[in-house]
């Protein structure tokens, strides 16, 4: 197996990986995993049943990483969300902002 060969295998592999990978070497957040906590503590804060939250799919896996993501009820009402990674291997806090 040649080194040109081997890289594109562990390219391959890396890239079928939990985590996701947006392009060989640069992991991104599991922001699916984000979106159901998420969506979970709205839930237990507020009462509101069926929240569903929708986060950047291209998400750089990065401690302190800041990124905005979307809340809505099953009435269509929407709030954006301020998320914060607080680690490098995908936990999240988060703050449901005013609109």
Not at 48 to 69: H, I, M, R
């Amino acid at each position: 197996m040649t080194v040109n060969h081997a890289s594109r295998l562990i390219c391959v592999l890396a890239a079928s990986s939990l985590l996701g990978l947006a392009a060989c070497g640069q992991q991104t957040l599991d922001t699916t995993k984000a979106e159901g906590v998420i969506a979970q503590g709205i839930s237990q804060q507020t009462g509101a049943k069926g929240v569903t939250v929708d986060c950047p799919s291209d998400v750089k896996l990065e401690q302190g990483n800041d990124f905005e993501c979307q809340a809505k009820t099953p009435q269509g009402q929407q709030s954006p969300v301020a998320v914060r990674q607080t680690d490098d291997k995908g936990s999240v806090s988060w703050e449901l902002k005013a609109n």
